[in-house]
């Protein structure tokens, strides 16, 4: 089973849309939790931090359950920008700070 | 906004030849951070560097990788002997005190072993 798995993509949606992404993981040791995005051949920055209680900032909402070990991002109201990839990451306690990165799912906003 | 930059931005070697890739940190940050990412695979930790000395290292940072904080800003990445597989985009990352803060990454250096 992969660290960390995300919806395989691409994502398709006109501008306006809602989106959501879906990610798994499999480490229980898993301590802080991030969705980072990528743009083509770029570095990935660092959307959002993710916490236990869900998070908000503007049109994006993350959502973490524990339990599940599942991890979500919505974005709302999708804009041309918000094309990218979109990558689920997490890291393990006492492993030095080592980001697992998940695969990514593009997404593509059309006009 | 402090950025953590990295030179070159592209290096083109010849299989078998050592190669540095350079990286300056965010000054105030403490953890440094190598990652790799072959063209059309997801990002790959290589290894972590904290008080000079590698705190976490990936199975793929073998003993032809090392790491080097020379001075007060810098920290490099050596390849001494590169391969064709070594071909990838090389990601610095560096954050500022516990090692599960937000990582902050440079903007990469391609790396192409012909």
């Known amino acids: 089973r992969k660290e960390v798995e995300q919806d395989p993509g691409p994502f398709n949606v006109p501008e306006g849309a809602t989106v959501a992404f879906n990610c798994t993981y499999s480490?229980?040791?898993?301590?802080?939790f991030f969705w980072y995005r990528q743009d083509c051949r770029k570095e990935p920055k660092l959307l959002m931090s993710?916490?236990?209680s869900g998070n908000e900032d503007g049109r994006f909402t993350a959502q973490l359950n524990r339990a599940s070990q599942y991890i979500s991002l919505l974005i709302r109201d999708s804009k041309l920008s918000d094309s990218a990839t979109y990558l689920c990451?997490?890291?393990?306690?006492?492993?030095?700070?080592?980001?697992?990165f998940g695969q990514g799912t593009e997404l593509s906003v059309k006009p | 906004e402090p950025e953590v930059t990295q030179t070159p931005s592209h290096q083109v070697t010849q299989m078998g030849q050592e190669v540095i890739l350079h990286c300056v940190p965010i000054?105030?940050?403490?953890?440094f951070y190598w990652y790799r990412q072959i063209l059309g695979q997801k990002v790959e930790f290589l290894v972590s560097?904290?008080?000079?000395?590698?705190?976490?290292k990936s199975e793929i940072f073998d003993d032809q990788f090392s790491v080097e904080r020379p001075d007060g800003s810098n920290f490099t990445l050596k390849i001494r002997s590169t391969k064709l597989e070594d071909s990838a985009m090389y990601f610095c990352?560096?954050?500022?005190?516990?090692?599960?803060?937000?990582?902050?990454f440079g903007p990469g250096t391609r790396l192409t072993v012909l």
């Open positions: 993710v916490y236990s």
């Open positions: 990352a560096s954050n500022p005190s516990t090692s599960t803060d937000t990582q902050y």
């Open positions: 560097f904290y008080n000079n000395e590698i705190s976490e």
């Open positions: 480490n229980s040791a898993s301590q802080s």
């Open positions: 000054s105030n940050h403490l953890y």
């Open positions: 990451v997490v890291n393990i306690v006492n492993q030095g700070g080592k980001l697992i």
